[in-house]
């Protein structure tokens, strides 16, 4: 009976001795801590007296920071529940916001706004299928946009889907217009296929069709009106872009002549007199 406790003793030291460093390493490695009053749930990160110190340097790390008694760092008044990253390759941390502290990943704030702090959000859909979709917020390296893009990665730096062409609607905050554009290529080529500048013009690089198109204006197109010795000139409310087609009728017998411009048509009667009422209608595109 003693031979075999001896040899369970062993056993188990033998157990201890091989587990031990395993347990407290895992020990030491806790991912539930509790920081200046708040609550952190972290991986590859350790907190002590001379701050947040990874494990491995060489992989990164990531916290969430549950605010209880602080704010979330540079926005004073507002606290939140906040992923944090520590990006690869630093042996220490520093200070929030910095390249080898914790960085912001996404953030839910005490007025339930979501914050993100990369280059967007991807939307991969219920079945996953590529191209996927993205909100963004970054450079393609001519100006900064803000919007929604297809096919293309966040950064702007390639494609979910080679050989499918690449969109993006949405703001160019450095060029202060609105734009569409598209590529075949890359999403750092796109061309410019409709914008509106801050002055609220549009350009275009194709063309527009409508199945009506509204007259902002009395007597933009057309009007009805009564020649005066032979004579009547239909004056647009709004000049336009071009010379339009211009198409007169009368109530009379005379033969009428048209002359267009951009800013009205002239009708003439062959009979100097004439003093019928005549219909006028400018086909053509106002500025």
Known sequence: MRKK?????????FAFGLFAPRLIEAAAQAPFLVVDGDGW????ARHDSGGWTPFNGARPSFGLQLSARNDIPFDQGTAGATVWVRQPGCPRFAGFGE???WQLGLAVTQFRSLV?????????????????????NASDGKSRLVG???????????VDKAGSPSWFAGVDVDGDTFSVRRSEQSPRSMGELFDV??????RAAGSFAATKALQRAPAQWATRTRLMNGVSTFRFAEPFHNVPVCVATSEGTSRLHVLPATDGC????????DDTMVDIVAIGNPS
């Open 148 to 158: 929604v893009l297809t096919n293309g990665f966040a950064d702007f730096s390639g």
């Open 116 to 136: 993100v702090g990369g280059h967007g959000i991807e939307i991969d859909g219920l079945t996953g299928d590529r191209p996927y979709g993205r909100i963004v």
């Open 266 to 273: 002239t009708v003439t009667s062959e009979n100097a007199a």
């Open 99 to 101: 390249r080898c502290g």
């Open 41 to 44: 749930l972290t991986s590859n």
């Open 197 to 202: 500048d801050r002055h609220g013009d549009a």
């Open 5 to 13: 406790s001896g040899l369970l003793l062993a056993v188990l030291a």
